[in-house]
């Protein structure tokens, strides 16, 4: 099943704060989250792992609460370079594939 | 620039018509995704190829198929093409086949089919 993500769609004013969740109904043993431009590739942001190993490179953090299957993307004083669609990928336990399923994308505005 | 490079870049076909689009991974990634987007839609796995062996299938339609040869790149075949095809086409790359580990995309082979 594929992962639930809200809001669908937040607007927000360069500098001020946005959250973005990822939810499932899967035991989960990973999320990876990705932001793509439009007309552009995504590109990879940060990956949570079961047990709270976090791999990411970018001034963006996030959570990953086993017990509620969810993930959540805090992105702090935001910049007009966060602006895109957010998607979150996640990886079930009981997958032996390591197939990623994704979630339908939140856009995120930034007005100057 | 994520080192995966797609080509063709654009693809303009007939209903009916079969194309093929091509993948080259990031130098030392042995596993290659392939993923369709339609129009302001979510990312739609297809296939997972690694080392040579097909990994795993998500939604890929029986009109198209993929593979990975020795040299690792890998190629997309699309035939009895369709409106309904229309997409942006993206590959990626990773180190190993799965395990958590980041995909690289690349630039995406957007398809349009009149």
């Known amino acids: 099943q594929q992962p639930v993500q809200s809001p669908q769609a937040v607007i927000l004013r360069e500098g001020e704060d946005a959250v973005i969740n990822c939810s499932s109904s899967?035991?989960?043993?990973?999320v990876h989250w990705y932001r793509q431009k439009h007309g552009e590739a995504p590109v990879f942001l940060m990956i949570?792992?079961?047990g709270g190993e976090q791999k990411g490179h970018e001034k963006i953090s996030a959570s990953f609460n086993e017990k509620k299957q969810q993930s959540s993307l805090y992105l702090t004083a935001s910049q007009l370079s966060y602006s895109g669609t957010y998607f979150c990928g996640t990886e079930r336990t009981e997958d032996s594939n390591y197939q990623l399923i994704w979630g339908a994308g939140t856009k995120l505005i930034i007005k100057p | 620039d994520s080192g995966v490079t797609q080509t063709p870049k654009h693809l303009i076909t007939a209903t009916g018509q079969r194309v093929t689009l091509r993948c080259s991974p990031r130098s030392g990634d042995l596993s290659v995704y392939w993923y369709q987007q339609s129009l302001d839609q979510g990312l739609q796995f297809l296939i997972q190829y690694y080392n040579g062996e097909e990994r795993a299938k998500g939604n890929i339609l029986e009109r198209f198929s993929a593979q990975q040869f020795p040299d690792l790149h890998s190629e997309l075949n699309l035939s009895s093409l369709e409106l309904g095809d229309s997409a942006l086409y993206f590959c990626?790359?990773?180190?190993?086949?799965?395990?958590?580990?980041?995909?690289?995309f690349g630039p995406g082979t957007r398809l349009t089919v009149t």
């Open positions: 899967k035991a989960l043993y990973s």
């Open positions: 949570l792992l079961k």
């Open positions: 990626a790359s990773s180190r190993k086949a799965g395990g958590a580990r980041e995909q690289y």
